[in-house]
């Protein structure tokens, strides 16, 4: 079976920190997504990427970073945490292009 | 401009009441229709994959089926485990790796 794990569950932040969100996933999968989810506004992909240091911006890139150092492993980071950015993360992998993404089981961020 | 809904928005049923749910969209060049199930406070749980326009899939007490506009996600005889939102997805050919999703359906099944 597919596995994504995510580094936290539940976080809880104060404005300005810098917060990184981690994802691994264990099926040697070439693309990993990450997606905010918010009551009312459905999953928004954020970034995504389809290599090893490879990224592409999705549609709300604004205030976030990622890192893909290794296959496995793409990481979520908010420079500067502001409130808005109080949600669900979820992270997602997928190989090739027919097939579904796999998700892991989300962080739910709060920022005070 | 590509987009997919899906209604109801949210479906109350009594327990052995089945029913369907839909995913329409509006993009071209299908590549593929995914269903999801999404339980409160977790990441979605895939359930099927639809390729093309007269295909079904089945899985317990869902069936899934895909037409040129549209997908349904039959329950039949539900239970109140089914209760959970559903989400469909679409990835089509100007997407790349994407997905674009739908809102969700929130299923409660009473008992």
């Known amino acids: 079976d597919v596995k994504v794990t995510q580094s936290s569950r539940y976080l809880v932040k104060r404005t300005g920190e810098k917060v990184f969100l981690e994802c691994v996933q264990d099926m040697d999968h070439e693309n990993m997504f990450w997606y905010r989810q918010d009551p009312g506004l459905g999953l928004r992909l954020i970034y995504f990427?389809?290599?090893?240091?490879?990224?592409e911006k999705g549609d709300i890139p604004e205030g976030y970073s990622v890192s893909r150092e290794k296959k496995e492993r793409f990481s979520l980071i908010l420079e500067s945490a502001s409130t808005n950015q109080t949600s669900m993360y979820l992270c997602?992998?997928?190989?090739?292009?027919?097939?579904?993404?796999?998700f892991g089981p989300g962080t739910r961020l709060l920022v005070l | 401009e590509d987009q997919v809904t899906q209604s109801p928005e949210a479906l109350r049923l009594q327990e052995g009441e089945s029913s369907s749910l839909n995913c329409s969209y509006t993009v071209s060049g299908l590549r593929g229709l995914f269903w999801y199930r999404q339980d409160p406070g977790k990441g979605p749980e895939f359930l099927f994959t639809l390729y093309s326009a007269g295909e079904e899939k089945e899985k317990e007490r869902l069936k899934a089926t895909l037409t040129k506009k549209e997908s349904f996600l039959h329950i039949t005889a539900p239970k109140p485990e089914d209760s959970a939102t559903y989400l469909c997805?679409?990835?089509?050919?100007?997407?790349?790796?994407?997905?674009?999703f739908g809102p969700g359906t929130r299923l409660s099944v009473l008992p």
């Open positions: 997602a992998s997928r190989t090739g292009t027919r097939e579904t993404q796999y």
């Open positions: 990427s389809y290599d090893v240091k490879m990224k």
């Open positions: 997805a679409v990835q089509a050919a100007n997407y790349g790796q994407n997905f674009v």
